[in-house]
């Protein structure tokens, strides 16, 4: 199965990448939904990363921000080294639900941060875009004291329809879609797949089994040790 799923990425011309937190974990990112994630050691998550808490509370929102969400020191791994290897020789795009930049760090072309990310930070006053180094420091800009935010799609928020109408367009252009690092099971992100390239091939690469309601390869393995043997030559 390994070996087909190679020779897919191999021969493919048009990959989509679908992928979620399990690519970042390798980096030491961790996993909200995990057993030891971000949404189990915080039973109040959800809420804490809403619109609503932001509106109501803006100084405890940046203060769970900056305790759980940024690791300025993480590094890409191997996955988005491949992955970002593929997209520069125009054989490749990804669609991330991630938000950690990873991907931008490993010069990933045709690139859709569908939940936006956590280093493009803009003033809600001004709109101006300030270094994410100064958000750290203060949630307040130093023009013109606004309230930064990062550019990120909040719980009761909406997707970006920019990012939308981009993710659309790569899945139908695809002849393979490769999910990895992902459950699958948020939406509007698992819904994207329905406007794939319907002669698309799917393949999934996760440690955990994929239950789709459509003919796909599994690889059920660690993304890691699948990729390490990509060859992107």
């Known amino acids: 199965m390994e070996n087909t799923a190679q020779e897919l990425l191999a021969t ?24 030891n994630g971000l949404y189990t050691e915080h039973h109040n ?9 932001l509106q109501d509370h803006p100084e405890d929102f940046y203060k769970y921000l900056k305790e759980n969400l940024y690791y300025p020191e993480a590094k890409p791994n191997v996955i988005h080294e491949k992955m970002a290897a593929l997209t520069e020789q125009g054989r490749a795009s990804v669609i991330t639900q991630n938000i950690d930049n990873l ?17 493009q930070i803009y003033c809600t006053k001004c709109k101006q875009h300030v270094d994410w180094q100064d958000y750290l420091k203060s949630p307040y800009h130093k023009l013109d004291h606004g309230y930064l935010r990062p550019n990120v799609v909040l719980y009761d928020e909406g997707i970006g329809q920019m990012n939308v109408q981009r993710a659309v367009t790569y899945l139908q252009q695809a002849d393979l879609v490769v999910i990895c690092g992902t459950s699958f099971r ?24 994929l239950q789709l309601p459509f003919d796909f390869t599994m690889v059920q393995q660690n993304a890691v040790d699948f990729f390490k043997d990509v060859n992107v030559g």
């Open 45 to 53: 998550a959800e809420y804490y990363l809403s619109h609503a808490f």
């Open 12 to 35: 493919s011309q048009h990959i989509v990448f679908m992928t979620g937190a399990g690519v970042s974990t390798p980096s030491g990112i961790p996993d909200y939904r995990s057993k």
């Open 186 to 209: 948020v939406y509007p992100f698992a819904g994207l797949i329905d406007y794939r390239n319907p002669q698309a091939q799917v393949l999934a690469i996760n440690e955990e089994p």
């Open 103 to 119: 991907y931008n760090v490993a010069n990933t072309k045709n690139l859709v941060e569908f939940h936006g990310n956590l280093y």
